[in-house]
C-alpha cells in the first residue's frame, strides 16, 4: 500500500469516529455523557481526590446529573 492510500484511509477513519461522536451528541438528552467524572477512573485518579466538577469520589456514582 502507498503513503496515499494509508492516508485516505485513516483520514475515513477518524472522520467517521467524529461523525457517530457527533450522532451521539445529538442524540443524547441535552447533548451530555453520564458518568464522565475523571474519579472513576484509576488512571487518571491516583490519589482518589473527588471530581473536580461534581464532587464525587472514587467508590461514589457521578453525581453530575443532580448538579
Known amino acids: 500500500m ?3 492510500h494509508i ?3 485513516t483520514v475515513f477513519m477518524l472522520a ?3 461523525a457517530g461522536i ?3 451528541i445529538l442524540l443524547k438528552k441535552n447533548g451530555k455523557f453520564s458518568g464522565t ?3 472513576q477512573s484509576p488512571f487518571l485518579n491516583k ?3 473527588a471530581c473536580g466538577i461534581c464532587g ?3 467508590e461514589e ?3 453530575n446529573e443532580e448538579a
Open 2 to 4: 502507498s503513503f496515499s
Open 7 to 9: 492516508f485516505f484511509i
Open 61 to 63: 456514582k457521578c453525581k
Open 37 to 39: 467524572c475523571a474519579s
Open 16 to 18: 467517521f469516529v467524529f
Open 22 to 24: 457527533g450522532i451521539k
Open 47 to 49: 490519589e482518589g481526590e
Open 56 to 58: 464525587a469520589t472514587a
